[in-house]
Nanobody, 116 residues
């Protein structure tokens, strides 16, 4: 059974940085698109950034220039480098991977809190 395990969340002051990781383990053939989503209290889950297998990236306007998504295909791992964090970035962050033969899988979520 394939699992996605996230790490790297925590409490950081405004202007600080965090790096999230999401590692897939189990019987995996190919991972296609990967993405990071977030959900703040009382709000819908939204796309933060995505990356194709060929490393084409896409970012939400609110994080452009501050966040960088990357992937290591050999390690089946997804990353999100978050710089210049703002209080409005506070949310639970989820990774999502589309893979064969399982289809779309989600991580368990990791809390990111930006506060002074």
């Amino acid at each position: 059974q394939v699992q996605l395990v996230e790490s790297g969340g925590g409490l950081v002051q405004p202007g600080g940085s965090l790096r999230l990781s999401c590692a897939a383990s189990g019987r995996i053939f190919t991972i296609y698109d990967m993405g990071w989503y977030r959900q703040a209290p009382g709000k819908q889950r939204e796309l933060v950034a995505s990356i194709t297998r060929g490393a084409t990236t896409n970012y939400a306007d609110s994080v452009k220039g501050r966040f960088t998504i990357s992937r290591d295909n050999a390690k089946n791992t997804l990353y999100l480098q978050m710089n210049n964090l703002k209080p409005e970035d506070t949310a639970v962050y989820y990774c999502k991977m589309i893979m064969t033969p399982q289809g779309a899988l989600w991580g368990q979520g990791t809390q990111v809190t930006v506060a002074s």
